[in-house]
Structure formats: C-alpha cells, structure tokens
C-alpha cells in the first residue's frame, strides 16, 4: 500500500451536484478527497484484506453460534433478557445477513480487526458508486493507467445478495431518520441495489413508521412493512417503544437480530478467547476482567497473561460506540488520545490492545472491508490526523496498480 | 480477474425509490368544507362538476361518514387522533356510547373514464391535516390535487362494531428515540 498525489478531477463538484451527493464537505472541512489515493497490488487486496475479512466474518458466525447458546454471554455482552429470544431465533432461523464493514489497521503486514460494524455501516454510496466512478474518470482522462481496477464489487455483490435473500418481487422497506443526508444516501445506494436484485424498494422515514391496530408496522402512507431494512441500531431499537413489538409484528428485518452480537465490541474478547493468537486479531478482554490487572497487577488469568506485553498499549472501547465516540488510547497507564465525543461513557467497555495505524503525509488511514453475505467485496478508506478515527475524518479512493 | 463491478448506480435522487413499484391510476380531486362551498365554485363553473353533482357526492359522503369513520371507546382517544373539539358522542345501535370525529368536508374526483363523480368523507387529524376513512391525508379541506384514485375506495364499515380503545389506535414514532440526540445512526 502506498499514497500518491493525483490532480482532482476538474468537474468533480459538477459530478457531485449531478449525482445528488451532497456532502462532499461536512462541518467546514473536506470530507471526499482525491487530491491523493492509495494504490495497492491485486495480490495484496486478495491475500491481506479479501481472504483475512471472509475468514474474520467466518470466525464471527462461529462465535455467534456459541454466544446465543449461553446466556451468560447474551448477558455479558448487553443484550437485555426480553430480546434474547429474539436474537437467538433469528440465528437459528438462518436469516441471512445483508452487510457489514469491518475497520481494519494496516501497515503491510497482517490486517488487524479494529472492529466491525456489522448492523448499520454508512459510507456505501461514496465506496460503492463515486469511487467507482473516480477510478473511471481518472483512467479516462489518463491520469491513472487503462489497467488500473479497484476491490469494489461492493454494488453488484449487493444485488446478488439481495436475489438469493429474498424471492423476485419481493417489497423491502428502507428506513433511515429523516434530515441526515449520509444515512439516507447509504439507504438509496442499498434500494438501487436491490432493485437491481429483482426487489421492490420503498423509503419511510424511521420516525414514521407505525404500529397497526393488528400489530404490524406500518409506512407513512399506512401500508403494512413485510421486510424491513432499518439504518437504526439494533442496541437503540432495544430500548425504544417498538422494540418489543417486532416479534408480534412478524417483520423480517434487515440487519437480522443477532447481528447486535456481531456488531458489538464485546465480540472481540469473545473472538480472542476462541482464536487467540490469530493473526488477524489483536488481543482483546472485558474490562471488568482485567480492569485490577493492568491497574495494580491484580487478578487477571494465564489468557491475559500471554497478552500483557501487547496490552502495554491498549485501547479502551465502549461496546456499542460509533465514530470512535469515549475511545480512550492508553500508552503505560496514561492517556495517549482521547475522544472528545463522549457519548458512551456511561456504558461496558472492552480492553484491546493498541495497533497503530500507518501515517502516510500526516494521515492515518483505516481500511473499511466490506462484507456482503458471508464474502469480502470491497474496500474503503478513511483516514484522520488523529489516531481515533472519527465521524470528520476523509474519504479517500483507491486503486489497485495494474 | 476484474475487482470491481461493471456498472453501479450513480445518483442519489430519490429515484430508487420513487421509480419502485407500479404508478397508480390518478385523479384530479377537490376538497370542501361543506356543501354550500362546493356548490359555490360549481356555480361559478370553475369545476368539472355541476351543483347538483355537489348534491349527490356530499350526501354519499355523509352517508359514508356514519358508515366508515372510526370510533372511539373514549372522548380522550379520540381527540388525541383528531383533536381537541373535533369529537362528538354517538349512539350505538345496540345501546351505549362512542366517540367519532366530526365531519370536517369532503373530497370529490371525477371516475376514471369520466363514468360519473365519487367522493370520501374528510375528518380532522391531530396534526391539522385531513383524513379520509380510509387513511389518506390530505394538507387542506379547501384546495385540489392529482391523487390516486385508490383514495376515494371507501374503508371498511365500523358501525356496528366494537369502538377502538387507547390499545387498537394506530401508533407512530416508536422507533428513534434511544438515538435522538445523534447526528447519525450509521457509523
């Protein structure tokens, strides 16, 4: 991997206005950048980012498998006890899963799961169609060569996903909260796809859908929603209203239930417990475990043992936080970055040891592996001159070198 | 190998929505207060419609109203759909109470193929806007507007049958409130 400079493309804020993607600039500052990219070889997308994420996918199914089996884990990892049935039956009733993008440290050698957002990714317009359409436009105006590709099969992949999902026809609502452009451009990208697939996309705001006199959800225009794909977190849908008016519903929804267990940070110590040592992985525990052990060296166990020279950096996470919110980086007990979004202080927090993200021109970048069903499709990148990547850090395209 | 797809969709427009399912049949509709309104702008013949069709689409909205409006167990449910004073007790037929909106006007379009007119009974929301038996909402009892013809299918009866408590009314707005306060719910 490596950066370069390339000219920005002389129409780009007429293409952005023509495609209706209207944050190419958030809060002041840039948010899509193409004044550089990042190049890569084909062999190294596929060895170091596509087959490492499959498996890390892979490895989170099986952990899935084995925290819905014990509610002791449902327990730990936060899943309240009136929505464990709901979790664990829609594992068990094989729903299958849509997407998810896992945050990856890399710096040439082995990828590293930061963690992965498996229920409500965002970014997909800008990875799957204006990147797409940058590779394009560069290799048409020369600036890049005509073999130049890019991992990013992420639009195509989704449609596929959504044909073997669901039969033809089949009506999906998707629901984002109205007034967040970003959020709703990840639902239009995700509908266009799925019409592609065959299905019939319909759009509610979250805050309009209803609840019948028959217990079924309903839209804006009071038709019933059979199958729903809801840009809203699984852990916030628990303590809402509604929450408990799923089940009665009998709505199918996308992301299924026990993605809440995936796209929570208490399934990297899970994960640690059962892979340890893997590659892939960075050691990872409940704070609550080890807590007395990295303080003052009490308790603790031969597991953290074994990791305790790699936790001499570590960072601590709040389970469910998102855009790096009360993420703290603790280098030999003190602070070395804090978050200012402080958001999710008050909730569990895990510990994982710290993997420092490569610089490149006083930028950090992180690696976004898309996952589509069960396979790794895509990439894309964000990067931030802080080391906790946050909600304004860029955007940036990449390629890989012919 | 190619990595990458070989087409996607590049806008962001709405259009993947909009485009999505079958486009229904429409009709140029018009909405009143009262009867004396429409007859007023069927005599300055500003309307497809002629005073006496006025006539005949106020009293099947009348008659409609009493058939399909919903009804309510208590004045509080009620006016919690449709607002404060915008009730009023009824009889039922088989003894005791309930509690309907009042009629607050009509809408009036013409049947498709020009076979004649149809109307619906409007009822006051409580949001300020107008709904029909059926659930459609319109902004005003005072305006005109292409609307699927769908609209003017008249609801299921709801005389003679049990009231609706606080329990069977339709609820929205049950999701969102655990993430408010965010800028965004994606991550």
């Keep these: 991997m490596h950066k370069i400079a390339l000219p920005e493309r002389a129409d780009l804020h007429a293409k952005a206005e023509e495609a209706g993607f209207s944050f190419l600039e958030m809060g002041g500052e840039p948010y899509w950048d193409e004044t550089s990219a990042y190049a890569f070889t084909l062999e190294e997308v596929e060895t170091r980012i596509e087959d490492p994420s499959s498996e890390l996918h892979g490895m989170c199914r099986a952990a899935v498998e084995r925290i819905v089996a014990s509610e002791e884990l449902m327990d730990r990892m936060g899943i309240p006890p009136g929505f464990r049935d709901l979790v664990a039956t829609s594992w068990q009733r094989q729903e299958g899963e849509l997407y998810g993008r896992m945050d990856l440290a890399y710096d040439g050698g082995d990828a590293k799961l930061l963690e992965y957002n498996a229920d409500t990714p965002t970014s997909l317009y800008e990875t799957a169609a204006f990147q797409w359409q940058w590779l394009e436009d560069q290799i048409a105006a020369g600036a890049l060569p005509a073999g130049a590709d890019q991992f990013n099969r992420l639009h195509e992949a989704l449609a596929e996903r959504f044909a073997a999902m669901f039969p033809p026809d089949h009506d999906i609502h998707f629901a984002a909260a109205a007034g967040h452009a970003e959020d709703y451009a990840t639902v239009e990208a995700l509908a266009w796809a799925a019409r592609e ?59 299924p239930a026990w993605k809440a267990l995936v796209s929570n940070k208490a399934i990297l110590p899970v994960l640690w417990e059962m892979f340890e040592g893997h590659p892939n992985l960075l050691p990872a525990f409940f704070l609550d475990d080890v807590a007395g052990a990295l303080r003052d060296g009490t308790g603790g166990s031969a597991l953290l043992d074994r990791s305790r020279d790699a936790l001499r950096t570590h960072v601590v996470k709040p389970f469910f936080s998102r855009e790096g919110a009360s993420v703290d980086i603790i280098e030999g007990g003190r602070p070395l970055e804090t978050a200012h979004d402080r958001a999710y202080d008050q909730g569990a927090k895990i510990v994982q040891a710290y993997a420092p993200l490569p610089v490149f021109d006083g930028f950090r970048p992180v690696l976004g592996a898309w996952i589509v069903g069960e396979e790794c499709v895509a990439l894309g990148i964000r990067e931030d001159r802080a080391r906790i990547t946050q909600d304004l850090s860029r955007f940036k395209p990449h390629f890989i070198a012919p | 190998m190619r990595k990458r797809s070989a087409t996607v969709a590049l806008t962001l427009m709405g259009a993947a929505f909009a485009l999505s399912g079958c486009r229904e049949d429409r009709t140029e509709a018009s909405s009143f207060p009262d009867l004396a309104s429409c007859r007023a702008e069927a005599e300055a013949g500003s309307l497809n419609f002629t005073p006496a069709d006025c006539d005949a689409a106020f009293a099947q909205a009348q008659a409609d109203h009493e058939e399909t409006a919903p009804r309510y167990d208590a004045l509080a449910v009620c006016e919690e759909e449709h607002g404060v004073g915008n009730c009023e007790q009824q009889a039922e037929a088989g003894g005791g ?12 379009g013409q049947m498709l193929g020009g076979r004649g007119i149809m109307s619906q009974p409007l009822v006051n929301t409580a949001n300020g806007r107008f709904a029909t038996p059926g659930g459609t909402s319109v902004a005003s009892n005072n305006g005109r507007g292409a609307m699927n013809a769908s609209a003017f299918q008249k609801a299921p009866a709801t005389v003679g049958r049990p009231p609706m408590s606080q329990a069977d009314v339709m609820r929205r707005g049950g999701f969102g409130s655990s993430g408010a306060a965010r800028t965004s719910f994606g991550g």
Excluded: N
């Design chain 1, 197 to 255: 697939g065959g299905m019939g996309a319909h759009y509610t705001d979250l805050g309009q859908i209803g609840l019948s006199a028959e217990g079924q959800f309903t839209d804006a225009e009071d038709r019933v929603i059979g199958t729903l794909f809801k840009l809203y977190p699984w852990e916030d849908i628990f303590a809402d209203e509604f929450g408990a008016a799923i089940v009665p519903s009998g709505c199918r929804m996308i992301e």
């Design chain 2, 97 to 108: 109470f309930s509690f309907m909106p009042l009629l607050a006007g009509m809408m009036i």
